[in-house]
């Protein structure tokens, strides 16, 4: 079955930088567009950063723009999100999903896969 596992979430302080990797099986990844959401305590479910299937595009949240980056490996059937300056606003559980083909909707209903969430905890 379809399995998305990420990693590499933790406790850092602000200003610092993380890496989080979403490992996926039983899809083909190459024909994936892959994206990173996020939910806050007591908050919706938001976007974060989308990556196409092709690779060739990438939307970026307002608030992570030019702070984090979205990337794949299809050799690895893996994608990751680097964060870098962290705020404590960006405090949230992250979770990556899976759309197949397409672009890299925004809306988290239009996403087929999900992984159970990483755990980021920015403290200022």
């Known amino acids: 079955q379809v399995q998305l596992v990420e990693s590499g979430g933790g406790l850092v302080q602000a200003g610092g930088s993380l890496r989080l990797s979403c490992a996926t099986s039983?899809?083909?990844?190459?024909?994936?567009?892959m994206s990173w959401f996020r939910q806050a305590p007591g908050k919706q479910r938001e976007f974060v950063a989308g990556?196409?299937?092709?690779?060739?595009?990438?939307y970026y949240a307002d608030s992570v723009k030019g702070r984090f980056t979205i990337s794949r490996d299809n050799a690895k059937n893996t994608a990751y999100l680097q964060m870098n300056n962290l705020e404590p606003e960006d405090t949230a559980v992250y979770y990556c999903?899976?759309?197949?083909?397409?672009?890299?909707?925004?809306?988290?209903?239009?996403?087929?896969?999900w992984g159970q969430g990483t755990q980021v905890t920015i403290s200022s």
């Open positions: 990556m196409t299937w092709t690779g060739d595009r990438t």
């Open positions: 999903a899976a759309k197949s083909l397409g672009y890299a909707s925004t809306r988290s209903r239009d996403y087929t896969a």
């Open positions: 039983g899809l083909t990844f190459s024909r994936y567009a």
